[in-house]
T-cell receptor, first 114, second 113 residues
Framework: GQNIDQPTEMTATEGAIVQINCTYQ??????LFWYQQHAGEAPTFLSY????GLEEKGRFSSFLSRSKGYSYLLLKELQMKDSASYLC???????????????FGKGTKLSVIP | SAVISQKPSRDICQRGTSLTIQCQVD?????MFWYRQQPGQSLTLIAT?????????ESGFVIDKFPISRPNLTFSTLTVSNMSPEDSSIYLC??????????FGSGTRLTVV
């Protein structure tokens, strides 16, 4: 089966840096996604990693180590609007169905305080 | 990326009734996915809807409870049947866009009383 772990909640200060970790155990791994979800809204795509290393996109960066089953999302220069849930999701090949599936972690609720 | 119009955005329903949720995509897509997000929880895949064939349901979800239609490559519906308070949740549709992105509809917040 697929298993994804990430912290339930985190708090950080405006202007600071925060790292949200995600560990996973999966078969047929085919990429890791990070999504941002504000309360009452749909998730929005932040990043995608399929190869090891760091992907940087503005204030957000995402890192992947496939051998360790580990990823993190790094948020720099935190703003109040970054308060949201951050979902780690793993795409894997469902050999039985012959298709790719996406499994989500339970999300990390980030609170940015002044 | 694709744009998805999902409706209704929210509804309050009596137990025992059914609600049909619609998703319209602005481009043709092969697969559409239906998710449920219960309060304080992450997204759980209900089923994958392919045009021209029956939907594929995940463990714990059955067609009688969550019938799905996929009449063409831009539209799908999910019906939540014979509702109970345990069905109170946010329901989201999703499609694959580009090489790897998944785009979500705005969600339907369902409350069953």
């Amino acid at each position: 089966g697929q298993n994804i772990d990430q912290p339930t909640e985190m708090t950080a200060t405006e202007g600071a840096i925060v790292q949200i970790n995600c560990t996973y155990q999966t078969s047929g791994f085919n990429g890791l996604f990070w999504y941002q979800q504000h309360a009452g809204e749909a998730p929005t795509f932040l990043s995608y990693n399929v190869l090891d290393g760091l992907e940087e996109k503005g204030r957000f960066s995402s890192f992947l180590s496939r051998s360790k089953g580990y990823s993190y999302l790094l948020l720099k220069e935190l703003q109040m609007k970054d308060s949201a849930s951050y979902l780690c999701a793993v795409r894997y090949e469902d050999s039985g169905a012959g298709s790719y599936q996406l499994t989500f972690g339970k999300g990390t609720k980030l609170s940015v305080i002044p | 990326s694709a744009v998805i119009s999902q409706k209704p955005s929210r509804d309050i329903c009596q137990r025992g009734t059914s609600l049909t949720i619609q998703c319209q995509v602005d481009s043709q897509v092969t697969m559409m996915f239906w998710y449920r997000q219960q309060p304080g929880q992450s997204l759980t895949l209900i089923a994958t809807a392919n045009q021209g064939s029956e939907a594929t349901y995940e463990s714990g979800f059955v067609i009688d409870k969550f019938p799905i239609s996929r009449p063409n490559l831009t539209f799908s519906t999910l019906t939540v049947s014979n509702m109970s308070p345990e069905d109170s949740s946010i329901y989201l549709c999703s499609v694959v866009t580009g090489n790897y992105g998944y785009t979500f509809g705005s969600g339907t917040r369902l409350t069953v009383v």
